[in-house]
């Protein structure tokens, strides 16, 4: 198909740093589908905590950035252009892809393999299904790490005990959801506000304060060891020695957000055959794993919790809102609705 010409709008930074402010408007061109990929008119992307770390330098080493940068990875939308090669979509599909590490959701128009776009289902909305490729898949894929099934099936002798921090926040709250699908126990920290939105709504067993003595300890109520942790806190804080109080003899912590702290630990472990675990993650998209959160959001077996939404132009207020840390759930940003 031919090239699709002209501008739109993008918010985009220039340099490291600069959190919120770092951000800027512009009127760039509309990228063109290479083969293999598909041009999305955009409705929806959500920020995560790899956006603005990935603005903070932390992967420079590993995947630089190359200025200036339209963040952005999750794209829910409409493919207005296919390029070649690629039968399985067409102008008109309502669409979910991952853009990783390339990003460009905080624009009007953005590219995506199409190995990593599904389609979009009625029953799932555009904001919606924006919470779900970075996020639900990071929840997905930290208990199959962690060696959680998610077979509901699955008998009583096979249900484990998962300890989920920070469970009010983009990860968490998939986590804490995907892990009770599964029959699972689920202990969940976050904070007093939201403790009956993690039992009630998210459906933990037991939910604890991480702004007390007993919630910063990682202690269930119940007074359970737990076979599974998902760490979710972005904030560094919570040494390898406060999991390992509570950890069962073989339990494993998988720590979504890890630093030179956790590799070292890793390491540490396995020269000393330590039977307690602890994981860095680091997650490759797959586009199976994508179609099924989209059919558990669709069959409203999973939930995505959506703490605030803004339009296109005011992208740096939600950015504010995700480094807040204070965020319930997802933060969204639309590109129709401009206020």
Not at 155 to 177: D, E, I
Not at 266 to 288: E, G, H, N
């Amino acid at each position: 198909m031919a090239a699709r010409s002209g501008t739109m709008r993008a918010v985009q930074y220039d340099r490291y740093g600069g959190g919120a402010q770092g951000l800027k408007h512009a009127e760039v061109p509309i990228p063109s589908p290479n083969k293999g990929e598909v041009l999305i008119r955009m409705e929806a992307t959500s920020i995560n905590q790899v956006d603005w770390k990935f603005q903070k330098g932390v992967a420079r080493p590993v995947m630089p950035r190359k200025f200036p940068f339209i963040s952005g990875f999750d794209l829910a939308g409409e493919v207005v252009e296919v390029g070649a090669g690629v039968s399985d979509f067409k102008p008109g599909d309502k669409v979910i892809a991952i853009n990783f590490p390339n990003g460009g959701g905080l624009a009007e128009y953005a590219v995506a393999s199409a190995s990593l776009t599904v389609p979009r289902p009625p029953e799932v909305s555009a904001a919606q299904g924006a919470c779900l490729p970075i996020a639900a898949v990071t929840a997905l894929r930290s208990l199959q790490r962690a060696g959680v099934s998610l077979d509901p099936d699955g008998t009583a002798a096979g249900r484990k005990n998962v300890l989920v921090t920070a469970a009010s926040g983009g990860v968490g709250h998939f986590a804490v959801q995907l892990a009770r699908l599964g029959g699972h126990r689920v202990t969940a920290t976050c904070g007093a506000r939201n403790l009956g939105l993690v039992v009630d709504q998210l459906g933990a067993d037991e939910a604890l304060d991480y702004g007390t003595p007993e919630g910063a300890g990682l202690r269930s109520p119940s007074g359970r060891k737990y076979d599974a942790v998902v760490h979710c806190a972005a904030a560094a804080g919570v040494p390898w020695s406060a999991f390992r109080r509570v950890l069962a003899d073989a339990g494993t912590v998988v720590d979504i957000t890890p630093g030179f702290a956790a590799g070292a630990t890793a390491i540490l472990q396995m020269v000393t055959f330590s039977k307690k675990r602890l994981v860095p993650l680091l997650v490759t998209p797959r586009k199976d794993e994508m179609e099924l959160l989209v059919g558990m959001v669709k069959e409203g077996r999973l939930t995505a919790v959506i703490d605030s939404r803004y339009p296109l132009s005011r992208a740096q207020e939600g950015w504010a809102r995700s480094m807040s840390g204070h965020a319930t759930g997802k933060v969204v940003v639309e590109m129709g609705g401009e206020e």
